[in-house]
């Protein structure tokens, strides 16, 4: 099926362990991104990957670990859950823009991921 | 650094009222940004976006909104509510540099009263 999707849709897990929530675009879109949405907070970012091999840390990053092997699929780890991650987790991919409005690039977002952490 | 701020975390309006939420951007380069729709478990859906093409801007589902560079505001407006439009809308910002990568607000939940 053609779109973004995340795997788990419901996660419940205990505090220390390891987590690994997935997502896969079929579009080869160059941009992925992870964002957790919490109340009050909106989304925030956490990790992001401009292609294959490269990512860089968003506004809120410990705690999660990420790998970007192949264009499609932008895993997010984390390695020793605490509660204060119990969230809603939001991978998103976008395009590589071109020309003059190249930074106006739309984000097209997966279903979510809800994360509790006991 | 850019930011955003949405002003009121909780807007309700009855059925046929205008729906006006309130957007304000904070960016040191001409801003790209966007608004975002996302109902009740399910991602995040694009309503419109601003790239300087024109300041008042269409989107889907009725919705527009306008670019005001002096009151660096970018807020969104239905002319009349429909019961379909509760959901939560978010405002964003794209960052510095061509990273992609978008700042949202905190969102504001809309409520329709019928």
């Known amino acids: 099926d053609a779109g973004i999707t995340q795997s788990p849709r419901y996660k419940i897990t205990e505090t220390g362990r390891q987590v690994t929530l997935m997502c896969h675009q079929t579009w080869s879109h160059s941009y992925m991104f992870w964002y957790r949405q919490d109340l009050g907070h909106g989304l925030r970012l956490i990790y992001y990957?401009?292609?294959?091999?490269?990512?860089d840390k968003g506004e809120v990053p410990d705690g999660y670990v990420v790998s970007r092997s192949k264009t499609e699929n932008f895993p997010l780890t984390l390695e020793s859950a605490t509660r204060s991650q119990t969230s809603v987790y939001f991978c998103?991919?976008?395009?590589?823009?071109?020309?003059?409005?190249?930074?106006?690039?739309?984000?097209?977002f997966g279903a979510g991921s809800r994360l509790t952490v006991l | 650094a850019q930011s955003v701020t949405q002003l009121g975390s909780h807007v309700s309006v009855s059925e046929g009222a205008l729906v006006l939420l309130r957007c304000n951007y904070s960016?040191?380069?001409?801003?790209?940004l966007f608004w975002y729709v996302q109902y009740p478990n399910q991602g995040l859906q694009l309503l419109l976006k601003?790239?300087?093409?024109?300041?008042l801007v269409k989107g889907i589902n009725g919705f527009e909104a306008e670019f005001k560079k002096s009151e660096t505001s970018f807020h969104l407006t239905k002319p009349s509510a429909h019961m379909s439009d509760a959901a939560e809308y978010f405002c964003?910002?794209?960052?510095?540099?061509?990273?992609?990568?978008?700042?949202f607000g905190q969102g504001t939940t809309l409520q329709v009263k019928p």
């Open positions: 960016s040191s380069v001409p801003p790209y």
């Open positions: 964003a910002v794209s960052g510095s540099g061509n990273t992609g990568k978008l700042i």
């Open positions: 601003y790239t300087s093409a024109a300041t």
């Open positions: 998103a991919s976008s395009p590589r823009g071109q020309g003059l409005h190249s930074g106006a690039n739309v984000l097209t």
């Open positions: 990957s401009a292609a294959a091999d490269i990512t």
